[in-house]
């Protein structure tokens, strides 16, 4: 018996012990489920590092509703061991209970409380819904959550674990006749598509009494997008609002209705739009962009309609200060967080945050560079003897050499970073300012197409505003706004976002710079650059974002004078002004709230670093060769937000090994060696010990075979050498034919193992550059 414990693997004791268990139980589930590619390459040879996908042993369902988290071990290893890692899982998908097994116990874990329990059977469903304090409406709702995904035959787009979640809180709510819910996901999560495919649900699953549903919006371009994206149901079915539909009696007719509050707010026949519908018509109303839709003059549409189920999108959180006083009664009744949640302190349905997009891979880290000017860090002082800051220029006195200068300086930028040819998004103070901020950048392109204003005032915005959102390279390349293009706005291959426009609202913060948080695998984008000019930046949320706890402050001058009693009144000119850089910071942002200074972040990297490798540059390459501590050392340094894409960006550092960063930041070293001067050394000094190493049977063809070898490592790095399928690459096929031929010809797959491991330590050994 003990001999055939010994021989169970993991993956026996999910097939034989932890698979019939579940079934037993009444689980649904999937295996392997891949809660996110992880973290993007800032830098190297491809986007993700497949080892640091985020995988979960189990997604435990029920009905397809998702419960808990399994996270499964060997038999004869401790159960216990899986408790921290189901435990993290649970929480990145936002479930309560995870459960840790070897297949003969089953250790509950309640991630909230912090309590456990531990069975000798895994919990029936029935029993995590209980602990939950929950019970679903089955008979009726059943439907909704199982009926299957929509999948595009075409895109082949896939819900994410993170939508379905949201899905599913959504759907558990509605089941539980909850009028109101509210939905926060960070910009570039897919809000949208999320909806989408709640809206299938519930419509293939007929579970509203009507199948009629409103999604409201307060821009054309968020309306246009909502109706693009419901695309798989049939023209027929899908309406959008306006006065010339309502006029023509054909506003009726359809399930899913879009429209704008301006238009609904429109008078037609003595009556406003909205009530040409019966209040109880729609099952269900989205409200897009709820923090600031449909709470001001528009409230009355929701109370209007208050009768259907109202879900409520958002990608920002509150704002501290808009918790710093006791809300009128009125105020109360309007405050997205009261209508939607009951409370003002009252929680989403379920969030999902820039942090935790960044950390799973499904949205682009940023780095950071605030360029202060001296007249944003001291002030102006006018003619007249009045004194300017940066929350006045451009709102109370103009400043063209001021302009000028971030023009100039974002072109130098631009250049030095590689990024002319790239779109950028530069957020301004008002219409004038943005007009002249893409003049002087046409200037300096020396071409009228490469940048443009995109603000309301333009005839043609929403033309502009559709070629700047085509992927490719099109022009405008910089697009100058003031607000325009802060939400709802995807342009996924935008690499820069400028902030000349100082701001006091976190909501507005985030939802510029969510301009450049989207993925786009056709440019390779890994990442994105914030310009900051303004100091616009004080503004990270560490929690939300996933930014800045060591923030440095610089102190600015942000004067604002008395507003002049005629707002007509022409506003000031500041001529001839000096303006030059100030100070210039750059910022390593990592996911868990931190935003450190570049110097600041070296010298903590380097206390790691030192500790690590007790204080030896010989130990940290030792640790380096062999392929087990190189991955406990990637994930030491990852743990402790050493990360070394970071590092080689800033650094300029593209062709160098990774240890050689690490030691070039751990040590002061003034220079480190290329991996190409790694492999130049290696034949000059060790060439005659390969030879000896090799012996003399096929000694000219395992020559050839190190030396191709050592190429791709030059170009790749060591972990491309450690895998098998590196030598079926055309390299090696067309010298050595198949990897199977190259192993037989070598002596067999042992000895080559135990060579790669010479050569590794002859490679990884101290020199200078």
Known sequence: MLSKLSMRTELQTCKELIDPALKAAGWSWNRELVIGPGQVNISGSTMYDESQRIIADYLLRFH?????????????????????????????????????????????????????????????????????????????????????WHVDQVTQKRVRPYQEMAIFESLYRFSQNQKRVLLLMATGTGK????????????????????????LTDRNNLQDQAYRA???????????????????????????????????????????????????FFDLVVVDECHRSGFGDWFAILEYFGSAFQL????????????????????????????????????????YTLKQAIEDGYLVPYLLEERLSNVDKGGYVAEDGATYGTNNFERDIRMPDRTRFIAEDLWAQLGLHGLRDEKAIIFCVDDTHAAFMAQELRRLAADDQFAARITRSERNSRQLEKYFAE?????????????????????????????????????LYKQMKGR???????????????????????????????????????????????????????????????????????????????????????????????????????NLLDLWVDRKTRQDL???????????????????????DDVDILAKI???????????????????????????????????????????????????????????????????????????????????????????EEVKRHIYVPMAA
């Open 64 to 148: 397809n509703m998702p419960l808990a988290i399994l996270e499964a071990k060997a038999e004869l290893e401790d159960a216990s061991n899986g408790m921290q890692q189901g435990a993290r899982y649970a929480r990145r998908l936002g479930l309560r209970f995870s459960i840790a097994t070897n297949g003969h116990q089953y250790i509950v874990v309640d991630n909230e409380t912090g309590k456990f329990d531990c069975l000798n059977d895994p919990p029936t469903p029935i029993d995590i819904l209980k602990m939950m304090g929950r019970s679903a409406s089955w008979d009726s709702w059943r439907p909704a959550f199982e009926i299957p």
């Open 192 to 215: 949208t598509f999320t909806v989408f495919q709640l809206i299938w649900k519930l419509m293939q699953g007929n579970v509203l009494q009507k199948n009629r549903i409103l999604f």
């Open 230 to 280: 419901f695309s798989a149901f049939p023209a027929a079915q899908r309406v959008v609002i306006n006065k010339e539909v309502v006029s023509q009696g054909a506003h009726r007719v359809g399930n899913i209705f879009f429209a704008n509050y301006q238009n609904l707010f429109e008078d037609l026949d003595g009556r406003r739009l909205y009530e040409h519908f019966e209040p109880d």
């Open 312 to 351: 409520g999108l958002t990608a920002t959180p509150r704002e501290l200060q808009d918790v710093s006083r006791p809300l009128t009664g009125d105020e109360a009744r309007r405050d997205t967080y009261t209508y939607f949640t009951g409370s003002r302190d009252g929680e989403p349905a379920y969030s």
């Open 471 to 507: 992927v490719g390279s099109g022009k405008p390349r910089i697009a100058t706004t003031v607000d325009l293009l802060s939400t709802g706005f995807d342009a996924p291959d935008v690499k820069v976002v400028v902030f000349a426009r100082p701001l006091k609202s976190s909501i």
């Open 516 to 618: 450049g948080t989207r993925l786009c695998q056709d440019i390779d984008k890994r990442f994105f650059y914030i310009f900051d000019y303004v100091g616009a930046s004080s503004l990270e949320d560490s929690e939300f974002d996933g930014h800045p706890a060591n923030q440095q402050q610089i102190r600015m001058i942000r004067k604002t004078p008395k507003p002049r009693k005629d707002d007509t009144q022409q506003k000031p000119i500041g001529h001839g002004v000096n303006v030059f850089l100030s100070s210039s910071e750059k910022y390593v942002c990592l996911a868990d709230g931190r935003k450190i200074p570049f110097d600041d972040y070296c010298d903590q990297s380097r206390q790691v670093i030192q500790s690590i490798s007790t204080s030896k540059i010989e």
């Open 634 to 656: 990637r994930a030491e340094l990852k743990d402790r937000d050493i990360h070394l894409a970071a590092l080689r960006h800033y650094l300029e550092l593209e062709g160098t």
């Open 666 to 756: 751990g040590f002061e070293l003034p220079r480190v060696p290329m991996r190409h001067d790694r492999v130049t050394r290696f034949w000059a000094d060790d060439e005659q010990w390969l030879f000896d190493l090799l012996g003399e049977t096929h000694r000219s063809l395992k020559v050839d075979f190190w030396e191709t070898s050592l190429d791709h490592y030059a170009l790749y790095g060591i972990d491309d050498l450690e895998q098998g399928r590196t030598y079926s690459a055309p390299q090696f096929a067309e010298r050595f034919g198949s990897f199977a031929q190259i192993l037989d010809t070598y002596g067999g797959p042992q000895v080559m193992r135990q060579d790669l």
